[in-house]
C-alpha cells in the first residue's frame, strides 16, 4: 500500500494562511470522500482535525479547513497562530483491501 | 470520557514475539472498528492493522503480514496484537485507535498514548 504525498514542511508567519496538500489516487482520496487530517504535537497522540474532506469535529477551531479536487485533498489553516505549529497528517479510506487505511508521510508545520 | 490505555511494549530481540494490549472504556467498544497504527522513532504514522466490530473483517499492512495478528475480546473491552518473528524495523511507538463505524468506513476519532516496542538484540 503506497502511502500519501504530502509536503515534507511548510512555513508561514503568524496570522497567514497555509494550504497542505495530500495527493493520492483514484483507489483512495480521489474516489471517496473519505479524507481525515490529524495534527501532533510532539511526545503527543494525533488528534482529529478534519473528516470526511470538510467537515470539523466540536471544538476544532474553525480556522482548519479542509478540501479535495481530484486525488488531492488539502488542509488550510487561516490565521496561523504559534500553537498550530505541529506535524499533519492526512488519511484516506483506500479500496485496496478491506479495513485498509491509508497515511500521508506527514507534514512538519513551522510558524515563523 | 474515552480512554484507550495501551500496554504490552518493551524491549525484545530479533526474532522473538511480543503482544500488545489495548485497554477501551467510556464507549460501546463492541460497536466500532479497532485499528493499531505505529510511528517509527522520528518518523510517520504507519497503519499496522485493523479489525471489525464483531472480528469478521480483519486487514493488515504488508510489513504486518504473515507476522502479526489483530484480536479482540468485546467482553472484555480490549484490543490485542500478537507480534512474531519482530525485527529491528517494527521498533515504533504502537498506538490503538478507534474508529467511529464498526466496520470498514470512518475515521480515527480517538487515540491511545501509544506503548513503545524496541527490537535490538
Known amino acids: 500500500q503506497s502511502a500519501l504525498t504530502q509536503p515534507a514542511s511548510v512555513s508561514g508567519s503568524p496570522g497567514q494562511s497555509i494550504t497542505i496538500s495530500c495527493t493520492g489516487t483514484?483507489?483512495?482520496?480521489?474516489?471517496?470522500?473519505?479524507v481525515s487530517w490529524y495534527q501532533q504535537h510532539p511526545g503527543k497522540a494525533p488528534k482529529l482535525m478534519i473528516y470526511d474532506v470538510s467537515n470539523r469535529p466540536s471544538g476544532v477551531s474553525n480556522r482548519f479547513s479542509g478540501s479535495k479536487s481530484g486525488n488531492t485533498a488539502s488542509l488550510t489553516i487561516s490565521g496561523l497562530q504559534a500553537e498550530d505549529e505541529a506535524d499533519y497528517y492526512c488519511?484516506?479510506?483506500?479500496?485496496?483491501?478491506?479495513?485498509?487505511?491509508?497515511f500521508g508521510g506527514g507534514t512538519k508545520l513551522t510558524v515563523l | 470520557e474515552v480512554q484507550l490505555v495501551e500496554s504490552g511494549g518493551g524491549l525484545v530481540q530479533p526474532g522473538r514475539s511480543l503482544r500488545l494490549s489495548c485497554a477501551a472504556s467510556?464507549?460501546?467498544?463492541?460497536?466500532?472498528?479497532m485499528h493499531w497504527v505505529r510511528q517509527a522513532p522520528g518518523k510517520g504514522l504507519e497503519w499496522v492493522s485493523g479489525?471489525?466490530?464483531?472480528?469478521?473483517?480483519?486487514g493488515y499492512a504488508d510489513s504486518g503480514k504473515g507476522r502479526f495478528s489483530i484480536s479482540r475480546d468485546n467482553a472484555k473491552n480490549s484490543l490485542y496484537l500478537q507480534m512474531n518473528s519482530l525485527r529491528a524495523e517494527d521498533t515504533a511507538l504502537y498506538y490503538c485507535?478507534?474508529?467511529?463505524?464498526?466496520?470498514?468506513?470512518?475515521?480515527?476519532?480517538?487515540w491511545g498514548q501509544g506503548t513503545l516496542v524496541t527490537v535490538s538484540s
Open positions: 467510556g464507549f460501546t467498544f463492541d460497536d466500532y472498528a
Open positions: 479489525i471489525s466490530w464483531n472480528s469478521g473483517s480483519i
Open positions: 488519511s484516506s479510506y483506500t479500496s485496496s483491501s478491506t479495513l485498509h487505511v491509508v
Open positions: 485507535a478507534k474508529k467511529t463505524e464498526p466496520t470498514t468506513l470512518g475515521y480515527f476519532d480517538y
Open positions: 483514484s483507489s483512495d482520496v480521489g474516489g471517496y470522500n473519505y
